[in-house]
């Protein structure tokens, strides 16, 4: 596979569930980013992965929790959601150089959360 | 504080003819401009970009003007054609690094 890959497309999850959210990019990236995308919104940026380390939280509610094993995955872990929080989650990857991304971002498909 | 702004919704476009997609930005920090599209069930995909150095930048199909002193950027697709159908993203990077997006542009082009 090639590019930046995301599983699950689809998402349905009651307000006390656990899920997670996965990402992996096979374009040899350092950096790696999840955003939100709601209806009629602007891409929201969440959180930011730089050498699998977080180097930015863009006051995400910590019912978001990411997880970054190695520069190829990305995790979001998801817990006690609410209904305004569904939307679309898009994983996305560059590289950067000090802290700065010399590649555009090359984004996966997107998982399609709904919270009921 | 939106600091990219894409304030039209959606254009309808007959095929063939200018497609132009507007942009407005308020950080004068942003030096990195991006422009991409996006198809339903997919994720967004780069299209073409422009540094802060040029005012204009061409790709075939498509191209990019940067006007600095109004802040203001803009996609031209000329001829636009039945696929160009897709919402367009703009967005900017500046010291921070990251990309910050606008809300998009619904484009329909109509054979």
């Known amino acids: 596979e090639t590019g930046v890959t995301q599983t699950p497309r689809h998402l349905v999850m009651g307000m006390t569930n656990k899920k997670s959210l996965k990402c992996e990019q096979h374009?040899?990236?350092?950096?790696m980013y999840w955003y939100k995308q709601s209806a009629k919104k602007p891409l929201e940026l969440m959180f930011v992965?730089?050498?699998?380390?977080?180097?930015e939280n863009n006051s995400v509610p910590s019912r978001f929790s990411p997880e970054c094993p190695n520069s190829s995955h990305l995790f979001l872990h998801l817990h006690t959601l609410q209904p305004e929080d569904s939307a679309l989650y898009l994983c996305a990857s560059s590289q950067e150089v000090g802290g700065r991304a010399t590649t555009e971002a090359f984004f996966g498909q997107g998982t399609r959360l709904t919270v009921v | 504080d939106q600091q990219v702004k894409q304030n039209s919704p959606s254009l309808s476009v007959q095929e063939g003819r200018i497609s132009i997609l507007n942009c407005d930005y308020t950080n004068s920090m942003f030096d990195y401009f991006l422009w991409y599209k996006k198809y339903p069930a997919e994720g967004p995909t780069f299209l073409i970009s422009i540094s802060s150095i040029k005012d204009k930048n061409e790709d075939g199909r498509f191209t990019v003007f940067l006007n600095k002193s109004a802040k203001h950027l803009s996609l031209h697709i000329v001829p636009s054609q039945p696929g160009d159908s897709a919402v367009y993203f703009c967005a900017a990077k500046g010291d921070t690094g990251k990309l910050i997006f606008g809300q998009g542009t619904t484009l329909q082009v109509k054979p």
């Open positions: 992965y730089s050498l699998e380390e977080r180097v």
């Open positions: 374009l040899g990236h350092n950096a």
